[in-house]
């Protein structure tokens, strides 16, 4: 049985955009949301704590992205980051870093944090995962119920900020009404979620693209390519479920042409959605 939290956030400067933490009741541990843009000049004693972190960033092709990473003084880490970006050592961008501290935490601890924070990145699979090596930590039985405790609290706080690097793919239940989109060589099944449309694996898209999609619709055929170049789409078939952010952009990927999603997914007897 899941249980209500109370979340308490500060905006420090008065903006959602500028520097803002959030805490849960009855827990130690503390998130910090910083831009870019506030980090050079940060002075901020609790993010100079033991802690671990996410750096969010768009790669050149449009494709979200995350590095998540762990310091024993997050601050510190946080502006080597922009120096290494400004001398070519780091080629990627981030704007946005969101920390998390803990005032029991170690440097054994948070590369166990680390660690486990990669490898739910990687299995939701809604950003590109720039980590390239994390450390597999031993721990006392105790200590590892201590830190799931803790990553647990990391993802309702992370996805409170907006950012749902932590958030599984929504899947099907008793009640779920199937929708399909079919044309063109595509075969699509997938359902409504509470925030998009979950295209389900074993789907298969078209192979054949009309050139106004890479034009008229050029973001789904960059989403398209994105999606054979992960893996979620091999050999025109999913291999996992995928959540788009609107049934439009999952039926375009699966026809190959830009489409009305409220037109192109129907029920299995022919009700379309946007007459349910």
Known sequence: MAYGKTIEMFLVDGTADGIVTAELSNWNGKAIRLPRTEVAQCEREDVEGVGVYFLFCKM??????????????????????????????????????????????????IRYIENRLVEEARACGRE????????????????????????????????????????????????????????????????????????????????HIVPSMKTRGKSYYELRCRLEEDGTIANRVFQRDYEFSAPSAASAVILGRTSNGNTDWKTASGTRLGNL
């Open 60 to 109: 050149d092709d449009g494709a979200d992205a995350v590095y998540i990473g762990e310091a024993e003084n997050i601050l510190k880490r946080l502006k080597q980051h922009l120096a290494d970006f400004q001398s070519g050592k780091e080629g990627y961008y981030w704007t946005t870093a969101v920390t998390f501290v803990g005032r029991d935490l170690n440097k054994a601890l």
């Open 128 to 207: 590109q995962v720039l980590t390239k090596a994390t450390y597999n930590t031993v721990l006392k039985e105790s200590e590892i119920a201590s830190m799931e405790e803790f990553i647990d609290n990391i993802k309702v706080l992370i996805s409170a900020l907006g950012h749902k690097t932590l958030t599984s793919v929504p899947k099907a239940t008793n009640s779920t009404t199937y929708l399909y989109c079919k044309g063109n060589g595509g075969d699509g099944k997938g359902f409504v979620t509470a925030s998009g449309f979950t295209v389900v694996s074993g789907s298969t898209i078209t192979d």
